[in-house]
């Protein structure tokens, strides 16, 4: 059964740093889209970074960042574990939210870049809550 784990919130102050994971397992699909989304209460669910797992990528890249984060975020995976991770610098208070990752293997690299996927598959989230 796919499954998908994340760890790795907490909380810390304006300015400091966080690294998630995602760990999948039984994901075995040759392409997908899989990110991080973040959930704030009483704020629509957003997408916060993408990456994709192909073969064909958007522009020569693989990674895809909402405007609020670029500069500051970085996701990466490593193939070998399946594991996702999302390295958080220079948090903020609006970063608070719970994070979760998501997969979705029928997205392709355009509309995983532009954040349009479907994700069929989520893990249970972690929070982050950073303090001004």
């Known amino acids: 059964q796919v499954k998908l784990e994340e760890s790795g919130g907490g909380s810390v102050s304006a300015g400091g740093s966080l690294r998630l994971s995602c760990a999948a397992s039984e994901y075995t699909y040759d392409s997908y889209c899989i990110g991080w989304f973040r959930q704030v209460p009483g704020k629509e669910r957003e997408g916060v970074a993408n990456f994709y797992v192909g073969q064909v990528y958007v522009d020569g890249k693989r990674t895809y960042y909402t405007d609020s984060v670029k500069g500051r975020f970085t996701i990466s995976r490593d193939d070998a574990k399946q594991t996702l991770f999302l390295q958080m610098n220079n948090l903020q208070p609006e970063d608070t939210g719970t994070y979760y990752c998501?997969?979705?293997?029928?997205?392709?690299?355009?509309?995983?870049?532009?954040?349009?996927?479907?994700?069929?598959?989520w893990g249970r989230g972690t929070q982050v809550t950073v303090s001004s």
């Open positions: 998501a997969a979705d293997p029928g997205c392709g690299p355009s509309y995983c870049s532009q954040f349009r996927c479907s994700p069929n598959t």
